[in-house]
């Protein structure tokens, strides 16, 4: 119900001075609707006329639904008598690198090697991008193929190609790495390049797998309409050394690239990078990651947990959750929840099976998953010890082998209602999922190892104690969520951001174990690209 302040006795005197004001409102959903009533609530928090608030803008949103009544947090600069004055965006300037002497190629076209072109580009420096797998369109065509016909193309999935593994996996936007970079800077040129305003305010800001590709396509424009080079389908094989350094990059193509420098950026599901570091003798180390499985509600329920109501408020958006619980003292905690999403096969080779979560710009979709995850230690993959660094790559690789034959073949993926899986109980039956090229009901002891499988039952029994609903038999568990992160790290300079072997390499974000997510990725690209940039400025 919207507040409303007809008694003119309420207002102030009408002599107002202008002036611009931060307000913070607490808001019913439906008072938060339209500006309209924003603009009331805004007049009634200042006991003023309706009719002198001129304007205002979001500076910060977030819901509050701790309570059976759920609450809008708004922070608003308001103009009271005084014209409104559009949301000033930050402003950036590209420079034209077509003639620049000073080159830079950047592996992967992911968002850390995007932002990080585009950094390099404001440094007067050209990009030269290298890109294993193809454009966003053309993407598209493989990642149905491996949905609707369960074959896989190892370079074009739903982690290489064009905008890495974030275009297609949800477009979450928050990060807790404020510490790494300039989040408000990520998300400002993200909005320069299409993304809504929203994401600027909002607490949980989320741009959508449906809308990524545009913005993805804008900044490819950009970087060609600047003098960058934007190659696909150009699989790096090879770095040629001499001297400690990077003379040349080699693709499966036969073709060689020549820079100043390398930044490789080329996310956590690069493996054959990995292990070509390995065989040129370039140190790489384990890295502890998180591995579990995919669960997925019907969204309707998790509304009615989190909302506390049979209904959701239609001004309300799909509900969301966090959870997280120290079981025989390891952590196992929610990742990259998404609220009416899909679960989608994000196998990179033939032969395993891994899942993911997204979710389009509305959220529409009937169901909500999430990734539930326990941490891998060390210790856990010592029975591929002789891969020495790669020991966790290999753990990770052999449970979705594993996965894969439990299916039955074409990405099939093994799962179990919830209860079910905490009482290593066969599901007689499976409900309805989102994840399209099916369910086969497996008992899940069969694929997941002990130390993650018992953590993982005790785990679901708690979080219901903790969300009352949340451990029932509608909930499918799907198996398995093994790409968190990057289950190796390269070693780099803490100042420089040099590797300490090779002068003129670069190592960045999720696959040099640097990053998790769009955001975190990007801010450390354009960090790279600065000391990149600061390095060969000074020559």
């Given amino acids: 119900m919207i507040r409303t302040f007809a008694n003119s006795s309420l207002f102030q005197d009408k002599n107002l001075t202008p002036m611009q004001k ?96 585009l950094k390099l580009i404001e440094s007067g420096i050209k ?140 996310g956590h599901s690069a493996r054959d990078i990995f292990q070509l570091l390995q065989a040129k003798k370039i140190h790489v180390e384990l890295k502890p990651f998180a591995l579990g499985v995919r669960v997925e509600h019907p969204q309707v329920l998790i509304d009615s947990l989190q909302y506390h109501r049979v209904t959701r408020d239609d001004f309300l958006p799909p509900a969301s959750y966090s959870l997280v619980q120290q079981v025989q003292n390891r ?59 790669l020991a966790a790559l290999h753990f990770q690789q052999s449970i979705e082998q594993k996965a894969f034959v439990a299916g039955g073949g074409k990405f099939v993926a093994p799962a179990q209602r919830m209860v079910d899986f905490s009482r290593n109980k066969v599901s007689a039956s499976l409900p309805g999922c989102s994840y399209l090229p099916g369910l086969r009901s497996v008992c899940l002891k069969e694929v997941l190892p002990p130390f993650l499988h018992s953590r993982l039952q005790e785990a679901f029994i708690e979080f219901g104690k903790k969300m009352k609903g949340y451990f029932t038999n509608e909930a499918v568990v799907v198996a398995p969520e093994s790409r968190t992160s990057s289950p190796v790290r390269i070693p780099r300079n803490a100042t420089s951001m040099q590797h300490p072997q090779i002068e003129n390499l670069y190592p960045c974000a999720e696959g040099a174990g640097y990053a998790g997510g769009i955001v975190s990725a990007a801010m450390d690209g354009e960090k790279v690209a600065s000391q990149v940039a600061a390095m060969l400025l000074r020559k």
């Fill in 22 to 117: 931060l307000i913070s409102l607490k808001l019913l959903p439906s008072e938060a609707a339209t500006e309209q009533a924003i603009k009331q609530c805004i007049a009634g928090s200042e006991a003023i006329n309706p009719a002198d608030v001129w304007g205002y803008n979001i500076l910060k949103s977030s819901i509050d639904a701790r309570g059976r009544q759920a609450w809008i947090h708004l922070t608003l600069q308001s103009f009271i008598q005084e014209p409104w004055q559009q949301r000033e965006l930050l402003s950036f300037r590209f420079n034209d690198v077509a003639k620049s002497i000073l080159r830079v190629i950047v592996i992967g076209a992911g968002p850390a090697g995007l932002f990080a072109s």
């Fill in 127 to 266: 990009p030269i991008i290298l890109e294993r797998g193809k454009d966003v369109r053309l993407r598209r065509r493989d990642l149905a193929d491996l949905n609707k016909e369960g074959e896989v193309n190892p370079e074009s999935n739903y982690c290489f190609g064009e905008g890495g593994a974030g275009t297609y996996s949800d477009g979450k936007l928050y990060t807790r790495s404020s510490k790494r970079g300039d989040v408000n800077r990520i998300l400002n040129l993200f909005a320069h390049f299409g993304a809504e305003e929203k994401i600027l305010y909002e607490a949980h800001p989320h741009i959508g797998t449906n809308k990524l590709p545009k913005i993805i396509t804008a900044i490819r424009k950009k970087i060609l309409d600047c003098g960058g080079e934007y190659w696909f389908e150009k699989k790096v094989i090879d770095l040629v050394l001499a001297d400690g350094k990077i003379t040349s990059v080699k693709t499966n193509d036969g073709n060689s690239f020549e820079a100043n420098a390398v930044i490789l950026a080329t």
């Fill in 331 to 389: 952590g196992v905690f929610s990742f990259c929840m998404c609220p009416g999403g899909i679960i989608a096969p994000a196998a990179t080779s033939p032969g395993e099976l891994v899942v993911n979560g997204w979710s389009p710009s509305k959220r529409n979709n009937p169901y909500a998953n999430s990734g539930i995850v326990v941490t891998v230690e060390e210790k856990d993959t010592h029975r591929f010890r002789d891969y020495g660094p």
